[in-house]
Every structure is written in C-alpha cells, then in structure tokens.
C-alpha cells in the first residue's frame, strides 16, 4: 500500500497519545511490587490520583482497562435482585446495562437520543416513581457519541436519597472539571488510555463514604476487583494484587508533567479550548455536529453527509493518510468519525485532524474548500497562547 | 514560562526528527565493533550508503559530524599552497573557505547573491582564467539560504580538468535525486542528522576515482580523519577507530526503511511535494520566498515583512507555540525564517509549519488571515496520496 515514509497521527479518543518523559520513564527497569521502592511510588501515585479526582476517598488502581473498572464499580456496591436506572445514550451507556444485567440486576433503561445529554428532569422523574432504585449508572462523557452528561445535575438528584450515582469518567476525569467530592458522586471510574496519557491496562475506581457502606452489604461476587481488599491494601501503599508496575509508575511521571505544566486547571482549558477549536472548524467546514447541545471537550463527533462512506473515509485516513480518528460504533457506524482531543493532544492535532479531514473528504472524491476547517480553529487556538 | 503542556515539534533543517522504529532501533544493546555481528551490518550498511550516494566507490562512515565530513574531503584530496574556487552563496559556502584556508589552501571566493544560485557560466570563466584550480567546493544545497546549486552543470565543468568537484551534500544527498557517480561529482559529504534521519554525529564520505588519484599526492595533514585508510578498513567491512555503533545501527534501520517504503525515488518525490507545497503556502500567506528561483526541497527560506522581528517570531514560535523553526544566519540573521521539509517530514508537518508561522505572527501582533497558508499547500499535498 504504502509507496512512501507515512507518519502515523494517533487522534482517537483512545487509546491517546503517550508523551516521550513518560514513555521513557516506563521503559526504566521493572522494579518489584513488594519493596519499599515500590510503596514509595505506590502511595505518591495514590495521591495524585486523589488530587485528579478531587476526592479524600482512595482512588484504587486496578491492572485492567475501563470496564474491568466498570464492573467493579457495580459488583463492589451492589447486591443480587438490586433495581437500577441506567442512562442509556450510546454504546457505553449499553455497556452498564451489558454489566448489570449479566449481575443479575433489575434494569430499568432510560434511552437518550444518541448525540444528547441526559435530561436531569427525566431521572428525577422516575427517581419519584421508583423508590427502589439502588444507583443511577451514567457516563461522565459519553465517548460513543462525545456528549458530556450533566452529572452535578445529577447527584444533586441521588445525593438525599439511598441511591448511589455510578459514574464512568472514563473520558471525563482529567478532562472536564468533575471534582467527585464537590458533585456529589458515589462511584467514579477512569481508565490510563484516556486524559492519564498512557497505555490501556489501568483503571482508577473510588467511592464516596455512602457507596462504602453499600459495599458493607453488597453481595455480587467479585475476586480480582474486591475493591475493599484494595483499599486496606492501598491504606499500607500496596495492592492486593500484582500491580500493573510499568504503568503505575507511567502515571506517577504522568501526575509530575501536569503538576509542572499549571496542574489539572490547565489541563481542563487546554481540552475546553481545543474542543471549541475542533467543533469550530468542523461548523467552518459547513459539517454539523454529533453533540451540539452539550459536547464533550473528549472528542469531536462530526455527522458526515449521506454521500459519504464514514467506514470509507476512516480508513481512507489511515491507511492512505496515517491519520487515526474513530468512526461511528453501534447505530452511528459508518456515520460519523469523531477527532479526539483528550489527553496528550495540542493546537497542531486540532490544525492535523482538520485538515486530514478536508483532505479525506477531498481524496474520496468529495468537493472541499481547504482551509476553512483549520482557518476557523487557529482563531480559537489563539486562546492557548494568551 | 509554560502554563500547559506543550508538545513539541521539530521543524528545523538538522537535526531533524528521529522515526520511532529507528529511535527503537538504536536503543537496542550496543554490539562490539570488533565482531562478526557489527562486521555484517557495517558492510550492510556501506551497501546501503552506496545506493543513497549512486556511487561504485566506497562511503566511509564517519564517527563525526558534517563539518568533520568537509574537513575530510579537504584535507584528503588537496595539498599545501594549491588553489581552490569556493561557491559563496551562504553560511556553508563560507565554511568551505574556512576551512580551506585553515588548511593553507589559496582561495578564489565567488560570492553568490545570499537566496541565488550560482551560475556555472561564471564559474566556468573562472576555470578558463586559472587552469591551476585544483578543486572548486560547493554545497548541493546551501542550508543557510535554502538554494538548491546546480551541481550537474559544475561537474560538467571539472570532469575533463585537472580540478575535483567537492560538494558538501549534507542536505542534498538522500533529499534530492544528486547521483553521485552519473553526475560526476568528485567528493561527495554527508551528515546523519538530515535526510538520513538520524541524531546527529555521523558523515558519510566518497571519493570518485579522481578523487582518490588525488589522495594519492594530497599532503594536508590528517590522521582521524584519513579516509584511505578508512577506505582499506571497509573493504574488510570495519573501520579505523571506533565507529559510531548506534548510529550505524540507526543507520541500517533507515535504509530498511526507505526499502521498504519505495526507496530513494519515492523519497525525492516526497520532498519535492512538501517543498513545493510549503512554497506555495507562503506565497498564499502573502510572503516572499527567499530563494525563489533556486529552491531547495530540503527547506523553504521566508522572507519577513521589516516589521517583523526574526528573532522575536522564532522564539515565540518555540517557546510559545512550541515548535522550532529555524532562523536565519550570518547575514539574514532576523530577517527570515527557514522552514524544513527534510528527512522523516509529511505533510502534516507543512501543515503544522504553516499554521504556526501564521499563528505565530499573529501572537506577535500582525495581521494575518488564518488558514491561507494550510490552503494552498494543502492542495498541492494531495499529490501526496494520488
């Protein structure tokens, strides 16, 4: 295929790009699980998980992507026959549902139109009609759709009642400002591949002190994710578990990098500017949006004409360009392709995802006007230099 | 200084930047020189130095930098006292006389308008003047005002005289289809650090037949660098002193590359596409061209509006935006910026260029109209994947 030297541009919303001071400092020698060195790093790295979360809980760091952290987040809290209400608006919200029902949970699926937010209103409603309900399971951002979800709105609703509000932060946690104290959320998820700028193989998972008394009686079987075992553990700056060494000590370098460049303050107005960029030049392109109403600063999800082949164009840009961007999963297959902007990414991956697209659209055919994408984002990306 | 990360792009004509899979490669284990295993991949590699130089004669691999290179091909072809005409077009051709000089050498200089190429017919004239010209040193390309010379058209010159053409081809060899052998070029110089993709701290050296009765007599002194004996080292697939073993080993890696991606041929067509897509962008963005009739595919000289302070716009574009264009030397010292297109570049990295020097003019507080620049080259990168 290739006739040329291709470079290879990473801009999906996971896994994201991994900076060289970290990728050099997982590539140090192994050290072992069970020394002081290791506790050491262990119990910094803690903190600094406490710090992105925003939470005096301990953040335990399970060896597993997302959903491994997802399942823990369900079978840690709560117990066999248990009624949850599921906000079911893209691929990730189906994955709680996927969880809970394989659990033995009562569902009841509140379907979003894929492309919205949840609408706060709606939960409270059967919040009234079902005092049963156990926890509202949500995504922070819904990666699938790259919708953000009002999840504030939405423990201010589970806060006062015996519900716990279960949260994938997946693509939200070190992205958007979701301090999980502040807001309220019992349950809170992430994984390294996302704004942690890592490899996949490490998820983050803390409860509030009300999801820790749901797990006193929670009776889903669990083993390898028994996060009250984690948490005694943590408390002596070990796992139960062998951890996840490289990465580990991957987001320790990780937590350094952002506290040396502004902390997580910085971090949440780099990705709100170049989600502004990317929704700009994608609006400049005379493109519409996935998620106009309540975008995600994650990823850019871009509805694509009828006339274009989405799954066509995807890969148009990375076998033909190099370029990685997501398409559609589930029903948006096909029709959208979404540009990330979620972690190690800047100004020229916004300028790089806009014009590979106008240069896709126009390598398949597809009459483009060059530059508007990319003229209309540097005017916003003038803001990170401000 | 920085509030946010910064990622950092190297758009400057060398050091250029490094593919991962050489990075990769040369992070491997170091070999002893002195064994069957180096052996088979120095000889390897001289093979392969050979196909980028077009040449039958053998390409020494130098444990030194380019100048290092220019010293060589000096002091190993020439003697006390014997006249030299060097091409003074820029920084490099002002190296030449340096170095010769140094070396006891009596110079013709023929200076060059900084931006122009020379013209053979004067140098021509010249060698009908002084039939006791020994050699006449030029750069393929002179980096410095980014101008491609006609090297062709010298060598038609001084193949039926007494009198070596020397060409520093330190960013003209692996950029720019210059065969060595067929253009009849007498000693032809190298670095690692440009189209070869590589850190910097290898040259590569070969001598045409000419050249090497040359050595013969040549009495400059030299011991490092004495390529005769380097030349009878390689022939028994080692060299004189320890060699520069990653960079060798990079070096392979490169040319396993460059085979793997449609050789050299596809190499030249690269370069060719994203030097005249990065013209065509700056005349889009209403700037001149520093070398308009003469440009390099290595990189694309700009000339800045008097308004605009060089020094201030390369340095906010590094420290700022962070990306490191470089500046001008010597003369165009604050009057220009050079934009590099040389070794493992794309075109994403003419987009990235582009959008920068426009936003960086912008950040410095001129008027600018976002997008043109990305425009036209885009257009013209489109080439790239016909």
Chains 1, 2 share one sequence.
């Not at 502040?182 to 998972?205: F, H, N, R, W, Y």
């Not at 040396?260 to 502004?276: C, E, F, K, N, S």
Request: hydrophobic share 45%; charged share 20%.
């Amino acid at each position: 295929m290739t006739t040329t030297i291709l470079k290879r541009y990473l801009l999906a919303p996971g896994p994201t790009q991994v900076p060289a001071e970290v990728q050099l400092a997982m590539a140090a020698p192994i050290i072992h699980h069970r020394t002081p060195q290791f506790s050491e790093l262990f119990g910094k790295t803690a903190a600094g998980a406490r710090a992105m979360f925003a939470t005096e809980q301990p953040v335990m760091m399970l060896a597993c992507t997302g959903t491994g952290g997802m399942e823990a987040a369900v079978t840690n809290t709560l117990s066999h026959g248990d009624h949850v209400l599921v906000v079911k608006g893209g691929k990730f919200g189906e994955r709680w549902e996927e969880i809970a029902l394989r659990y033995g949970l009562r569902v009841t699926a509140l379907d979003v139109e894929w492309g919205k937010a949840v609408d706060p209103a709606q939960v409270a409603a059967i919040l009234e009609q079902a005092d049963d309900l156990k926890a509202v399971l949500v995504q922070g951002s819904e990666t699938s759709t790259t919708v953000l979800h009002p999840v504030t709105e939405l423990a201010a609703l589970t806060r006062d009642r015996d519900c716990l509000l279960i949260v994938d932060g997946i693509t939200s946690v070190g992205v958007v400002d979701m301090p999980m104290d502040a807001s309220g959320i019992d349950v809170l998820v992430t994984g390294s591949q996302k704004a942690m700028m890592l490899p996949p193989g490490l998820a983050l998972v803390a409860l509030s002190e009300k999801a820790w008394r749901a797990n006193e009686s929670a009776d889903l079987p669990r083993y390898y994710f028994d996060l009250a075992r984690e948490r005694d553990a943590l408390a002596k700056d070990t796992s139960a578990y062998t951890p996840a060494v490289s990465l580990v000590t991957g987001l320790a370098a990780v937590f350094e990098l952002v506290e040396a460049t502004g902390g997580w303050p910085q971090v949440y107005r780099r990705h709100d500017i170049l989600a502004r960029a990317t929704r700009a030049g994608v609006l400049a392109m005379g493109l519409e949006l996935l998620a106009p109403d309540a975008p995600s600063p994650a990823a850019t999800g871009v509805l694509l004409p009828e006339t274009v082949d989405g799954g066509a164009l995807t890969r148009y840009l990375r076998d033909t360009m190099g370029v990685t961007v997501a398409g559609g999963q589930g029903r948006l297959k096909g029709r959208i392709v979404r540009l990330a902007h979620i972690g190690y990414a800047d100004t020229f991956d916004v300028v790089v995802a806009l014009s590979a697209l106008e240069m896709g659209l126009a390598g398949l055919g597809h009459e483009v006007e060059f530059g508007r994408g990319t003229a209309a984002a540097q005017k916003l990306l003038m803001e990170m230099y401000a």
